[in-house]
């Protein structure tokens, strides 16, 4: 099989922001130079927050100034509402993904937004974006992630419904990439397969991301799950670190080693050095101070490289 897959790498935002440690805008920025020598393409770089809320994302446009830009990579900066969307505006990022919440609960935890404030929200950026330039000389590309679609750590269980419906506004405003999130590691395969299906029908020309949480170890199964049902974007962190500070209980993303073995073991295509990518979760680990968790940084790949 050579059907290309493409990994976004979000360990430099979602990766380190539930870490104990706080790292300097420099390491961070060192984080992005090194997974992009291991071949990311698309990395959520930083994340446009409140310091006082996120401190382990403070220094935004400090890791952005150390990363100029360059053709062919694409940094992502998240942002909660219209204030972070105007920081990302003055800064070199070539994305901008705009966090939602499929639920009431989380939402207002999260940001302090109702789902209809931040579907408003959104709206409004997706209105003013016309006016809005980068410091890299162009408007950012937009995407949108909703998170806790498989379930919430307030509200509970999250129909299929209520996620295609708001799928279905959001790329009504014109939004090209929607990421379906399970941001407490709450689905299984079967689960992902009917949230796939719901949300290409509700929004059929729209490009489908799936991000998910190993929190309950089921990952990778619902990675497999994403693919089998014709997703072609996945987000993932090196060395399976993340989590969520408003989400009790959330732990680490999908490694993104351990996706690139999995997916390259059966011939998908995904453009990553699998051996790059587990010296750089070692090393982010040494960062962090503590092993990061993925099943490759601690096993390696297969078949082995002699030397």
């Not at 993932?236 to 999995?262: Q, R």
């Not at 295509?269 to 962090?288: F, M």
Request: net charge negative.
């Amino acid at each position: 099989m050579s059907r290309p897959v493409t990994i976004v790498e979000v360990g430099p935002r979602d990766g380190l922001q539930n870490e104990k440690a706080v790292l300097e805008p420099a390491v961070r920025a060192d984080l992005v130079r090194r997974l992009e020598g291991a071949g990311a393409r698309r990395i959520e770089a930083v994340s446009f927050v409140h310091p006082k809320y996120v401190p382990q994302m403070a220094g935004a446009e400090e890791v952005m100034a150390a990363l100029p830009h360059q053709p062919g990579r694409s940094r992502i900066g998240l942002v909660l509402n219209g204030k972070g969307y105007d920081r990302a505006l003055g800064t070199a990022v070539d994305e901008v993904n705009v966090a939602m919440s499929a639920t009431d609960g989380f939402g207002l935890k999260n940001q302090g937004l109702s789902v209809d404030q931040q579907v408003q929200m959104l709206a409004d950026i997706v209105a003013g974006r016309a006016n809005g330039e980068s410091s890299s000389g162009g408007t950012p590309s937009l995407s949108a992630t909703l998170s806790c679609v498989w379930g919430c750590p307030f509200d509970g269980e999250v129909s299929v419904d209520q996620v295609a419906e708001l799928v279905g506004r959001i790329a009504a405003m014109g939004v090209a990439e929607i990421a379906l999130a399970d941001t407490i590691g709450v689905g299984n395969p079967w689960a992902v397969s009917r949230m796939v299906e719901a949300a290409r029908k509700a929004a059929p020309d729209t490009t489908l991301r799936l991000h998910f949480h190993d929190t309950r170890n089921t990952g990778l199964a619902n990675a497999y799950a994403g693919v089998e049902a014709g997703v072609d974007v996945l987000d993932a962190s090196a060395g399976g670190i993340g989590g969520c500070p408003f989400a009790p209980g959330a732990t680490g993303n999908i490694a993104t080693e351990d996706l690139v073995y999995m997916l390259e073991r059966e011939g998908f295509s995904t453009g990553y050095d699998l051996d790059a990518l587990i010296r750089t979760a070692r090393w982010i680990g040494e960062k962090i101070g503590r092993p990061a968790p993925s099943a490759l940084s601690r096993a390696g790949g297969w078949p082995k490289v002699r030397n």
